[in-house]
């Protein structure tokens, strides 16, 4: 979109706005409505009218904030005003303006007080009760608003391309994406046993029908769904949503036989780490054991040295008496 014919049309109002040598409103409204300048939004684009309008709003800002005269800046601001109240979109797009330009409107604003332009303040006034800036910190007068929305779309996507990075680092979240349920979860094992548990159920009912009434649990072995079937079914619709994932997310898919090796090591680990507290824990016992043995060892060693030591004291107490006597 060539935005440089609208350009030159703010161009050549504020040039005259600023030849007239009135500092006023009323004589930047004379200007606009002798060039009728509001048919400027008849030839707006059919698409990106957003965009459309925010570069004519930065536009106008760089005149507000430009070293130039008081009256360019002052004609800047004017138009600013007059654009956003003669807009024909519905709702209408707000001024798009960062905190370090708004430090340099205060300034026009102070500056025209001083010369005594009392309806300066009177405009900004009435642009902040309808709210009509949207405050943020972005100065897009440095280049076109497109050049700067391009920009802030490059810095998005690479910061979303470093959070997944960081998101997937040093987490098992990469591994479930790669996992495979149905390995994960030895489903075909699964199957084979409760297919087994199924036929035993039919076995000994058959045979049970021979000796006794089994009507009641007949029940029991028609017509159920095998676990190992349900197990399986959620292994498919796991792997069903994986690949929904992969197309909206667009991450590659991991080789099958390195999804295999992650839950081999995986499963290894967790095999040894289960070997590992089992002999720690039969360590412990162990250890326990004997520690407890000791102390009933020596308790027993000390039970005998009281025994043996009341027993001398009662003979030595009898042979006195005995002696007495």
């Not at 700067?148 to 979303?160: F, G, H, P, T």
């Not at 297919?195 to 049970?208: F, G, N, P, S």
Request: hydrophobic residues 35%.
């Amino acid at each position: 979109m060539d935005l440089k014919p609208f350009k030159l049309d703010i161009d050549e109002l504020i040039n005259e706005f600023d030849k007239g040598g009135s500092p006023t409103f009323a004589e930047m409204k004379r200007v606009w409505v002798s060039k009728k300048f509001s048919y400027i939004f008849e030839a707006s684009p059919s698409k990106d009218q957003a965009c459309f309008i925010q570069s004519l709003y930065a536009y106008c800002i760089g005149y507000m904030v430009s070293t130039n005269s008081l009256l360019s800046r002052l004609g800047g601001l004017y138009c600013l005003y007059c654009l956003y109240e003669t807009q024909p979109f519905k709702p209408p797009f707000k001024i798009y303006i960062s905190l370090g330009e708004l430090k340099n409107l205060r300034n026009v604003v102070a500056e025209a007080k001083a010369k005594d332009v009392k309806v300066v303040p009177a405009v900004v006034k009435r642009m902040l009760d309808r709210n009509m800036f949207l405050f943020g910190f972005v100065d897009v007068n440095e280049s076109s608003a497109a050049e700067r929305l391009d920009e802030l779309s490059e810095v998005q996507n690479a910061s979303i391309q470093i959070a997944c990075k960081k998101l997937f680092a040093n987490s098992r979240i990469e591994h479930f994406t790669h996992m495979d349920m149905g390995l994960e979860l030895e489903v075909d094992l699964l199957k084979q046993k409760s297919a087994d548990y199924a036929r035993a159920k039919d076995l000994a009912i058959k045979e049970a029908s021979d000796i006794v009434d089994v009507e009641s649990i007949k029940h029991i072995a028609e017509n159920q769904t095998l676990i190992g079937d349900m197990v399986g079914k959620t292994a498919d619709d796991w792997k069903a949503q994986k690949e929904l994932f992969y197309q909206k997310t667009g991450i590659l898919h991991q080789p099958v036989k390195d999804s295999v090796d992650v839950v081999g090591k995986e499963h290894d680990k967790s095999q040894q780490k289960v070997a590992e507290e089992h002999d720690k824990s039969q360590q412990e016992v162990a250890e326990e054991h004997d520690k407890s043995q000791q102390e009933v060892a020596e308790e027993q060693d000390d039970n005998d040295d009281f025994s043996k030591e009341l027993e001398e004291v009662l003979l030595s107490a009898q042979n006195e008496s005995d002696f007495e006597e």
